[in-house]
Structures are given as structure tokens and as C-alpha cells.
């Protein structure tokens, strides 16, 4: 296992993430995702921190809050200290029947890290994320509950999740203005089938030198390669009960096929194959990978064993490029010079 830093601080995490969304299995959408109840996930969690994995991502709003819940306890069952997690969670979504249940307001902000400290059982959150953005909030509101979380002591580094560039450039200026906690991580979703973020956020992580984790990697399961390009797969399956995130098919397909080739010459899984494509992107700083089962998660953290050769992205880079897009074209037209010498 490789670790990184969190994004410009000198903490260390994992590159692969475990996701705790497959955890508990309750309310909505939750259901079809995963059901993972205690026994398992002390299982998964278990084998990931053998495995070195030293960091966990949940949400308040996974199964209501049950993940929660499930992934403290399961903390606690492994035996292992608290200092050996690096623990992330997340608050934005509608968590009660009130107007005020959800948003990145102070008020749910401040309500919402007390109710995770108390599933969690835990006395702090390493990394507290706002999970998209709020477009009532005003970010200075939201960045200074944020700074005065980690004065408080109840949080130690803060993140974004599912924002654009410009918001989330917007979020860093007011913070640097302010001399307040600059959030060190994006949570976003990336990819070979959705390489969207190259465009304009990930070159804004690499400036300002933030960590990218990498949300649903798989694409809700799709590059698994178990899944045909009508989308019949596996009974039970993730992506045939809840189909998403939504993905070009034909582009995923494509890059299916290129990537079985590779699977098959090197007896591996297709879904190992598109795990180690995004983990070799000099900006990723870590992958979830969430698992229903210890069987699922190991095939999931072999893709850190697995390197792929330049001609191997070179061919994977060519079948998911993404199409010309402006301002893009008419900056690369325009940048066109001639070569210097001497």
C-alpha cells in the first residue's frame, strides 16, 4: 500500500479509501447500494486495515446515518487504535423533516458534526467535508463554521465534495483572505468513462496543491466489466436497481473493451484494470472503493499491485479522451508556438 499526503498537510492516507456507503442498507436509495449489516462490515473493515489501509469515508446521509454508526462501531471492534484511522465524513444532506435538516449552513453544520461525533463514538473527525454545494448558503458562511469546527477542536482538516472549480477557488480565496482552515481535499467523481474534472478542476487541485479522492471509480459498478452494453448484469447488482452515475455507455463501453485486453493478458479483472488507470493520474491522491464483501475488497485493493506500462495508459488514454470542449481548443490553438532553439 502507497500513501500520500492529504492534500498540502503532512498527514499521510492510504491511495485506496474505503467507502462505508455499502453500509446498513437503510431508507431509499440506501437499500440499493449495499446492505452490509455490523458482522460484515467489522469483516471489511478488518481486512482493509491489514491490508494498510488507513483511511475511512462515510456520509451522514449513508442509510440515514446508520453507516455511521456501523463504521464506528466496526473501528472499534478491529482492535486498532483510534489514532491508526484517518476518519472522513461528510454533511450537507436532509437528515430530518425540517427545512433546516440539510444545507451547508452554520446552523446544520454545527448540529451535523455533533450528531456524526456521536454515531461515529469518536471525539473528533479527521477530515469533515461539506458534501456539494449549497446554493443559499453564502460560502463565507459555510467557511467559517468550518474554521471555527477545527478551533473547536471537533474537526481537523476540512474538505469539499461535488463542487466546481470556480466555486471551489472561490471557497479557497475567502479563507486565505480570512487567515482561516483551507480545505485540503475535493471529493469528486473521476472515472477512465468520465474524465470530465481534467478539464478545469483537476488542474486547479495540482495548483493549489489540494488532494483529489476519487468518488465511485467503478462508476457505480459499471467498469466492473459484468455488465453488458444493454446494461443487463449480475442479479442483484448495484447499477441494475440504481442506475448511476450517469455515464456515456457506448464512451464506457469502449473503454471496456480496451480494458479486458489488458485484463485478460494480464489475468486480472477488468474493474483491477480500471482502478489502477485511475490511480497512475499524477493528480488523484487516493480512490473509495466501497465493498459488500472481504471477496470484493480484495480484488479492489490488488489494483495497488498493479502497474500499468506506458503503452498501456497511452491506449487507455486514447479510447476515453475526452471531446474538444472551449474554451479548451481555442487556448491550445492559440498556444501553438514555435519551437526555440538554441
Known amino acids: 500500500m502507497r500513501y500520500h499526503t492529504l492534500g498540502p498537510s503532512g498527514l499521510l492516507v492510504s491511495e485506496i479509501c474505503l467507502g462505508t456507503m455499502t453500509f446498513g442498507g437503510q431508507g431509499g436509495i440506501w437499500t440499493a447500494i449495499g446492505d452490509a449489516d455490523q458482522q460484515a462490515a467489522d469483516a471489511i473493515v478488518a481486512r482493509a486495515l491489514e491490508a494498510g489501509v488507513n483511511f475511512i469515508d462515510t456520509a451522514d446521509v449513508y442509510s440515514e446515518g446508520l453507516s455511521e454508526e456501523i463504521t464506528g462501531r466496526a473501528m472499534r471492534n478491529s482492535g486498532h487504535p483510534r489514532t491508526d484511522v484517518v476518519l472522513a465524513t461528510k454533511v450537507l444532506g436532509q437528515l430530518g423533516p ?14 451535523g458534526v455533533k450528531a456524526s461525533l456521536k454515531r461515529l463514538g469518536t471525539d473528533y473527525i479527521d477530515l469533515y467535508q461539506i458534501h456539494g454545494l449549497d446554493p443559499v448558503t453564502p460560502i463565507e458562511e459555510t467557511m467559517r463554521a468550518l474554521e471555527d469546527l477545527v478551533r473547536q477542536g471537533h474537526v481537523r482538516y476540512v474538505g469539499l465534495s461535488n463542487w466546481s472549480a470556480w466555486t471551489l477557488m472561490k471557497a479557497l480565496g475567502i479563507a486565505d483572505r480570512h487567515g482561516w482552515t483551507r480545505p485540503v481535499t475535493l471529493q469528486a467523481y473521476y472515472t477512465i468513462a468520465g474524465r470530465d474534472l481534467e478539464r478545469e478542476i ?35 447488482s448495484r447499477r441494475v436497481s440504481f442506475d448511476f452515475p450517469p455515464v456515456n455507455r457506448d464512451r464506457a463501453f469502449d473503454c471496456i473493451d480496451a480494458m479486458r485486453v489488458i485484463a485478460e493478458a494480464r489475468g486480472v479483472s477488468v474493474a483491477r484494470v480500471a482502478l489502477a ?17 472481504v471477496e470484493q475488497l480484495d480484488d479492489n485493493l490488488a489494483a495497488a499491485e498493479l502497474k500499468l506500462t506506458p503503452e498501456e495508459m497511452a491506449a487507455l488514454d486514447k479510447v476515453s479522451a475526452l471531446p474538444a470542449e472551449y474554451p479548451g ?4 490553438r492559440q498556444d501553438r508556438r514555435p519551437a526555440i532553439t538554441g
Request: aromatic share 8%; net charge positive; charged share 20%.
Open 98 to 111: 425540517g427545512v433546516n435538516d440539510r444545507g451547508a449552513s452554520r446552523g446544520h453544520i454545527m448540529d
Open 329 to 332: 481548443w481555442m487556448i491550445e
Open 277 to 293: 488507470y485511475v490511480l497512475a493520474k499524477r493528480f488523484v491522491m487516493s480512490i473509495i472503493v466501497g465493498a459488500r464483501s
Open 202 to 236: 483537476a488542474p486547479l487541485l495540482e495548483a493549489e496543491k489540494l488532494g483529489l479522492m476519487v468518488w465511485s471509480p467503478l462508476a457505480g459498478g459499471l467498469l466492473s466489466g459484468k455488465y453488458d452494453r444493454d446494461g443487463n448484469g449480475p442479479q442483484g
